[in-house]
């Protein structure tokens, strides 16, 4: 028996899940549903038609024309399909959130939760008492990083069809009730898992179960930003802006935190945090982490673990920060190995058909986590070296760049590793690292041709020539900053050496740096831009997909009246707007899996909408009473996937 040329085509294209499942819901469509055909067995098989490849067809920006679609996620854009038979099928994208932060969401015991809710270490919640009378748990305005994933074995009251999780993580909230309260950085990060409910026959993901997963194992949580999934399944998280050991006294921000966690101002150690948390999802829906304390003490964006399971690049979202490295010791287990900063050779340009520039890593040490966490337990700054803000015209110091400005550091004897893995920035210039990137955000790999990519949110300060923050020995020089920014493509090689000579054990090391793709700065239009809407603006979210061969960009900048959602298709070099976030928002929570039980999905996230900034003068009026009543008066933000509002058909792996 043969089957029928539809239903041969149907299994050829087990591609995408639906439309692209995105979970594109919807019931099959007939034709692709045909069961078998007649004939006998003489019949000569059908050719099949297989996947070729996949495109977006992008959105225009939104504009006050229509002021409802800039105070909500719009997504207007589509995907096409090509196959084999030079057939094409194409599927309208729309957004489909799970949750706004501040609803009652199921806790999978029969009640409710709050979703984004803050707790402290203990897990009671933590009170915004900011207005009188309307006391209520704080909740956070910011989810960022999702990780989509499944877990075998697992089972959870309440799903009927397939179990699938999401870790969510939420970076801060922006203001107390009061509005006035400025609440960033000042209470600990919540994470959850989020139980959903995959629909076999349609990929549509319903919340069933939402779980805070209890920090308290990795003394809570630091302004989470950007994540990942790992190889192996687990998400890995982040802890931005690493709190400065040095001032930590004058630090009123870091006195709140750790009041608002331990109930005590005083109790929060620096060097507890800045480091790179990974969760671990149960078969029932709860989670477990553990922080690791030997990837470096810096500002921990979104990193990136390559094909090998053990080797990771990260991004390093701070004025003089650097491109660093983390080669592990074993396979899927983060726990130990070495760390490596970038040193750049000349050649850096932001013209895309420029050479690039040569990177040579610098070993900064080796070590556990464990013995790291000991030494966080049981040193202070001054035990590890000395700093100085002015020139102390003393030979024995050396002059370097951290975060925005010159320093001069001292190292205490026998302190190298306890530098290495707890004052990182520092001790990276003091070794020669290459310390001039500003804001280098998520990161990604592209495993077929073997690159990487990372985000500029914007190219300043210690980038430009002149500025109090550059060095020229960095290697790392434009003649202006570009506030829209850029991405930067990184070749990945075999058979590297570190600076002393020594081979690196890996295969997926960064050897040669490139500009990908670059915003353009202008002045202010009629809405309010002063980047250009149709290009790239403030990237900062990066991952690629494999299957659709594009890499995703999410923005966070201030020089778009509305941050967008991009598709680079890396093939074809077409930049597409697929999606729009409310006004003020930044675009969060990118996360792209091609496969979860044959469904491709895309998610995203938006945080503070309405967060207005002086681009928004020409819309602000006319936008914020429409924002305050979609999202809680500001207050709220959603966490969701890009679906599709056609009928959809499931088109499963490729063959």
């Known amino acids: 028996m043969t089957f029928s040329k539809s239903l041969q085509r149907r299994q050829a294209l087990k591609f995408l899940g639906a439309p692209l499942m995105l979970p594109l819901g919807g019931t099959a469509v007939g034709s692709l549903l045909t069961a078998c055909g007649g004939g006998d067995d003489s019949t000569p098989a059908p050719t099949p038609v297989n996947f070729v490849s996949a495109s977006f067809t992008g959105m225009a920006a939104p504009s006050l024309a229509t002021p409802a679609d800039m105070a909500k996620t719009l997504v207007t854009s589509s995907l096409a399909v090509k196959l084999s038979d030079d057939s094409t099928q194409s599927f309208s994208l729309s957004y489909a959130p799970f949750f706004t932060t501040g609803d009652m969401v199921p806790d999978g015991k029969g009640g409710t939760i709050l979703a984004g809710g803050y707790v402290d270490f203990a897990g009671k919640p933590i009170i915004d008492t900011s207005v009188a009378g309307k006391e209520r748990q704080f909740f956070s305005d910011c989810p960022d990083g999702t990780s989509l994933l499944k877990v075998e074995g697992a089972k959870v009251s309440g799903v009927k ?102 109930g005590d101002e005083t109790k929060a150690n620096p060097y507890h945090y800045g480091h790179l948390p990974e969760v671990t999802v149960n078969a029932d829906g709860t989670g477990t982490i553990k922080k690791h304390y030997c990837m470096g003490r810096l500002s921990h964006e979104l990193i990136q673990v390559m094909p090998d399971n053990r080797t990771a690049i990260m991004g390093d979202d701070a004025t003089n920060g650097a491109f660093f490295m983390f080669v592990a010791d074993k396979e899927k287990d983060l726990s130990a190995g070495s760390l490596y900063v970038a040193k750049f050779g000349a050649g850096f340009s932001l013209d895309p058909a420029a050479a690039g520039a040569p990177i040579t890593w610098i070993k900064l040490g080796s070590a556990t986590s464990a013995e790291i966490k000991t030494l966080a337990d049981t040193l202070k700054p001054a035990d590890i070296m000395d700093v100085a803000t002015t020139d102390p015209a003393d030979a024995t110091y050396t002059k370097i760049w951290f975060n925005g400005a010159p320093q001069w550091v001292r190292l205490k004897a026998g302190m190298d590793k306890a530098a290495a893995f707890l004052e990182t920035h520092r001790y990276a210039a003091l070794k020669g690292g290459s310390m001039a990137f500003t804001k280098m955000e998520g990161t990604t790999v592209n495993v077929k041709d073997k690159v990487a990519y990372s985000a500029l949110q914007n190219m300043q300060k210690s980038m430009v020539k002149g500025n109090s923050a550059w060095n020229a020995d960095y290697n790392i020089t434009i003649d202006k900053a570009l506030n829209a920014g850029g991405i930067l493509a990184h070749t990945l090689s075999t058979g590297q050496k570190d600076s002393a000579g020594t081979a690196i054990n890996s295969d997926w090391v960064p050897s040669i740096t490139k500009t990908l793709l670059i915003g353009e700065d202008i002045t202010a239009d009629s809405l309010g831009n002063t980047a250009n809407p149709d290009k790239v603006g403030a990237p900062d979210n990066l991952k690629f997909s494999e299957k659709l061969r594009t890499l995703f960009i999410g923005e966070d900048s201030g020089y778009h009246v509305n941050n967008f959602m991009w598709a680079y298709n890396v093939d074809t070099k077409v930049l597409s707007r697929i999606a729009s976030m409310p006004s003020g928002a930044e675009a969060t929570g990118l996360g792209v899996v091609d496969d979860l039980n044959g469904w491709t999905y895309i998610t995203s996230n938006f945080q503070h909408p309405g967060y207005w900034e002086s681009i928004h003068g020409v819309v602000k009026g006319t936008l914020e009473p429409l924002i305050n009543a979609n999202y809680k008066n500001r207050f709220g933000a959603q966490v969701g996937y890009l679906t599709s509002t056609a009928t959809s058909v499931k088109l499963g792996k490729i063959a």
């Open 161 to 262: 069809g397939n179990t699938v999780f999401a870790v969510v993580q939420f970076e801060y909230t922006t203001w107390a009730q009061d509005g006035k309260t400025d609440m960033y950085g000042r209470l600990p990060s919540p994470i959850a898992v989020l139980t959903l409910d995959q629909d076999p026959a349609t990929g549509k993901l319903s919340l069933v179960k939402y779980h805070n997963v209890d920090t308290s194992p990795a003394m809570g949580l630091w302004i989470t930003c950007g994540a990942s999934l790992s190889p192996w399944g687990t998400h890995l998280s982040s802890e931005e802006y690493e709190p400065d050991a040095f001032t930590i006294a004058a630090n009123a921000q870091f006195k709140a935190y750790s009041k608002n966690l331990f």
